[in-house]
């Protein structure tokens, strides 16, 4: 089991810049692929980035490369999202989720946390 907490939501203005963690406890967390997601209103949950604890794979959907990074603490056990230059279509529900590397589907997920972006 895993479970995840995000923060770091907000109101921000357009060109501005916010930075998501999510803390996550369980055991044998390096097994974990760590995933952010986002939900707009009307639209389907889609895939922002995911990479490992370890960092050796990563992905960026096209419509935040160069915008976004994801890390993680391996001390803290925690994985931020730094969102720069962010734009209003962008406003979404952002949500972490855990993935464990033998499976393809993100089975645990965190509650979620509102980025709105102003134009």
């Known amino acids: 089991q895993v479970q995840l907490v995000e923060s770091g939501g907000g109101l921000v203005q357009a060109g501005g810049s916010l930075r998501l963690s999510c803390a996550a406890s369980?055991?044998?967390?390096?097994?974990?692929?760590m995933g952010w997601f986002r939900q707009a209103p009307g639209k389907e949950r889609e895939l922002v980035t995911a990479t490992t604890w370890s960092g050796t794979s990563t992905y960026y959907a096209d419509f935040v490369k160069g915008r976004f990074t994801i890390s993680n603490d391996n001390a803290k056990n925690t994985v931020y999202l730094q969102m720069n230059s962010l734009k209003p279509e962008d406003t979404a529900v952002y949500f972490c989720a855990a993935r464990d590397v033998a499976r393809r589907t993100f089975d645990y997920w965190g509650q979620g946390t509102q980025v709105t972006v102003s134009s």
């Open positions: 369980g055991r044998t967390l390096s097994r974990y692929a």
